[in-house]
């Protein structure tokens, strides 16, 4: 590639809205621009990062078995209303009438197509297992689009669907898939990690997320250091940080702890610990069309150094759906406003759950109900009744690992794949069957896995900058080399080993670009650090007169030379060293 032939839309500031690193760096280097809110046009230089994912993906779901199709992005409603996600997927679901006012999607996902396909083509368990794949657009309205491709509402995605005739293939086609991902992200050239995780509104058994490792990641990722143990936090049991329960030894006092509203300032008023406090939340649960007509309200108890884990709290009995109680139900069922809520003598029944941890305290200290007052050397049997014992905490860093192998660390990730265990959620409620070896029919089993395409663009900068611009792993650069000659319209030397090179380079297949805009030094070396080309061969007449040309890695610090007539087979090694993984 020419750069004269080429569209390069660099600039020297980012807009205003870019708050993130990648978002700043994706408008800089010309590979994005803002369409509308979280959707883009995908400019020459990005859409080439694009491909290369994409190709990367694709050579891996092939070589994992899995077959490429095409779904549109555009799905009727009857196939979710069957599903049941037509109600339960939420107002990110883009609902639209056509001109007949039939009602379509704008897909986010697509378990509900592949199943119809898998329902009318397969018919027997011969057919099974297969892995259809596509790589498709999808439209996701979020309600506060930002960060540019990182939450974005339209976006490029790989999603992948297995069906098997059992559980236990189920299990083989997920780890087949679990395998491609590892490939995958080691192919692209990331620092991630893959994490248990929790299945949200996709539903299932089992399921994995990919992230890649970056400070500005959304999510929490707790992992062992001298284990394997990994999984978003969300989803990490939290285990009883006391063994067990010590004997009462303080008398049960209501205290006097004027503008002490949370468990820090409660602490410190009373020289206590944080741990021995404990936080009281308030959930209530509706219950429409059914007695009581007024809410269930509960009453959620953690140690005052903790955080609720609201995914953990939905899978309790009873909790599903729940919802935070209003300031009027708060007064009414305790008494008082929220800072001084407790389980102590309050003005109608709760119910009361406890964490794991907080089950095992003594002398502990809870709210009174009361506006500036708190009850200290609070029992469990002594004082209020045995709990309902949950983990319903988010673990944090020295915590105990789940495997027992160590404590745990906590480190921020950017989501970039997930797989899931679906089992027969959508092919039960969809009835896709197929005709088993005894004769009968059988709900197919099925998996999803899916990979954020675009996403990963913005993940791997993140990852991977510095003050200059981008740095891009080679894998996905949008060139890998770029070959920068001194006075091209000056000297015809310059210009017949510009051409060399870049010709060497070129049947090497090595994907380079030669800027031959006839730009000053600074412009063309400030443009492709900024692009983040991973390699830079400059040729001057004075290094040519020595038999050298100037080499230079983007983490380098420092250019060095090269002979000339090596310098392209010197460069195409280090990718090709680079590449293989």
């Known amino acids: 590639m020419k750069a004269s032939r080429f569209f390069i839309g660099t600039l020297k500031e980012a807009p205003a809205d870019a708050e993130i690193v990648s978002h700043k760096l994706m408008v800089r280097a010309g590979m994005i621009r803002r369409v ?130 059992d559980v236990d293939g189920l299990k083989l086609s997920y780890q087949k898939m679990y395998d491609a991902y590892v490939r995958i992200f080691t192919r692209l050239g990331l620092d991630f990690r893959a994490v248990v995780a929790d299945n949200g509104s996709i539903g299932g058994s089992g399921s994995h997320e990919f992230h890649v490792i970056a400070e500005t990641g959304e999510d929490d990722i707790a992992y062992c250091p001298s284990s394997e143990f990994a999984a978003n936090v969300e989803a990490t049991d939290a285990l009883p940080l006391i063994a067990t329960r010590g004997a009462a030894s303080e008398a049960l006092t209501k205290t006097s702890t004027p503008g002490a509203a949370k468990c820090e300032a409660v602490a410190e008023l009373l020289g206590i610990p944080l741990e021995r406090t404990i936080k009281s939340i308030v959930l209530a649960t509706d219950n429409e069309g059914a ?24 899978k309790l009995e009873g909790l599903k759906g729940f919802r935070f109680a209003t300031e009027a139900e708060i007064v009414e069922w305790f008494g008082t406003p929220p800072g001084y809520l407790g389980p102590l003598n309050t003005k109608k029944p709760v119910k009361v759950v406890a964490d794991s941890t907080v089950a095992n305290m003594s002398d502990f200290v809870v709210g009174s109900n009361e506006v500036d007052f708190h009850t200290t050397g609070v029992n469990w049997g002594r004082d209020l009744p045995e709990p309902v014992v949950a983990d319903i905490r988010n673990v944090q860093k020295g915590d105990p690992s789940p495997d027992g192998k160590g404590v745990l660390d906590i480190c921020r990730g950017i989501e970039v794949g997930h797989v899931f265990q679906l089992g027969t959620k959508y092919s039960e409620a969809m009835s896709a069957t197929y005709l088993a070896e005894n004769g ?64 060497e380079l070129v049947a090497a297949g090595v994907d380079v670009i030669l800027d031959d805009r006839g730009e000053r030094p600074g412009v063309m070396f400030a443009d492709w650090e900024l692009i983040g080309v991973p390699h830079r061969l400059v040729i001057g007449d004075r290094g040519l007169k020595d038999g050298k040309i100037e080499y230079q890695g983007r983490r380098d610090t420092e250019a060095t030379l090269l002979p000339a007539e090596e310098a392209a087979q010197t460069v195409a090694q280090k990718i090709a060293a680079a590449l293989a993984v």
């Open 36 to 165: 509308a809110g979280g959707i883009y046009n995908y400019l020459p230089i990005g859409l080439r990062s694009i491909r290369k994912v994409e190709q990367i993906v694709r050579e891996e779901m092939n070589r994992a078995g899995a077959i490429e199709l095409l779904m549109p992005a555009v799905q009727p409603a009857e196939l979710w209303q069957e599903s049941g996600r037509w109600e339960q997927y939420g107002p990110e679901l883009l609902r639209f009438k056509d001109r007949k006012q039939s009602d379509f999607v704008m897909g986010p996902t697509h378990e509900e197509v592949v199943t119809d396909i898998a329902r009318n083509q397969i018919k027997s368990y011969r057919q099974l297992p297969v892995n259809f794949y596509q790589v498709q657009t999808k439209f996701r309205d979020e309600i506060r689009p930002r960060f540019g491709v990182m939450r974005g509402r339209e976006f490029i995605m790989k999603d992948a669907y297995s069906f098997d005739k």
């Open 291 to 314: 007695e009581p007509t007024e809410p269930t309200i509960w009453l959620l108890m953690l140690r005052g150094d903790h955080s609720l884990n609201e995914i953990k709290v939905g």
């Open 440 to 503: 009968k029919p059988a709900p197919m089993q099925m998996g999803c896995y899916g990979i954020g395409i675009t996403r990963i663009l913005g993940a791997a900068i993140e990852q991977n900058f510095d003050d200059k611009g981008i740095i891009w792993p080679e894998s996905i650069a949008p060139f890998q080399v770029v070959v920068c000659p001194m006075g091209l319209d000056r000297s015809e030397l310059v210009r017949e080993h510009a051409e060399r090179v870049y010709n």
